[in-house]
């Protein structure tokens, strides 16, 4: 017998946020693996580079990751210009914890290689002062991981991209779509027929966004 839509509301609240994301089995599968390995190791999971079109989840597999781990997640936010606003982030981060980098791109290039330099060594070069008397000063970061977001991972030169594990958003079936849209209902307290959702389900075109479903 087909589980009810209240069962499966009831069985998915007992899941872990990674549990219960729907869709991207193939990426979940993968993940669930290195997760496993990290959990019985000790390390931080290896950076990740989530590419997809926006609105797909790639944010909040991010944070699902993380809760199943065990670890926090920072964000590197859009306001920082450079290098030495990364300091105010990777000074607050623990052992093992996730840095989560969306859409990178505006970035400078000091700032992404000031990434790499906390991916390979673990720390970040800071230049103290101007001049003659300028110098250069280590900080020390904890082990972590990086989580780059993309929908243009083309922009970003191999040199870059070759520190990432690479992991590639597939499009969400209607059913998938179908089960996002119910449950995002049900978080704000309402609910939408199994139908209805269907039906909206076939005008996103395999992506979740608020501007996906339109009259056609």
């Not at 989580?147 to 998938?176: I, L």
């Not at 609910?191 to 966004?209: F, K, P, Q, S, Y």
Request: with cysteine; glycine share 6%.
């Amino acid at each position: 017998a087909c589980m009810s839509e209240t069962s499966q509301r009831m069985a998915d609240e007992k899941k872990t946020p990674f549990e219960s994301f729907i869709g991207q089995i193939v990426i979940r599968s993968q993940l669930a693996e290195r997760m496993n390995i990290a959990l019985h190791s000790g390390d931080p999971l290896p950076p990740l580079l989530l590419c997809g079109p926006p609105e797909m989840g790639k944010v909040t597999l991010a944070h699902a990751i993380a809760y199943r781990v065990g670890v926090g997640a920072h964000h590197v936010s859009t306001d920082i210009k450079n290098k030495l606003d990364l300091v105010g982030v990777l000074s607050n981060v623990a052992s093992n914890d996730f840095v989560i980098v969306e859409e990178p791109g505006y970035l400078k290039d000091e700032t992404l290689s000031s990434l790499i330099q906390v991916i390979s060594d673990q720390r970040m070069d800071i230049q103290i002062g101007t001049g003659l008397g300028r110098r250069l000063v280590a900080m020390d970061v904890k082990p972590c991981t990086v989580v780059v977001t993309t929908a243009k991972p083309w922009q970003f030169p191999a040199s870059f991209r070759r520190w990432f594990v690479t992991m590639d958003f597939d499009s969400y079936s209607r059913e998938d779509i179908a089960r996002i849209l119910s449950r995002l209902a049900a978080d704000d307290g309402l609910r939408i027929d199994v139908e209805a959702a269907t039906l909206m389900a076939e005008h996103c075109h395999g992506i979740i966004a608020t501007d996906t479903v339109r009259d056609e």
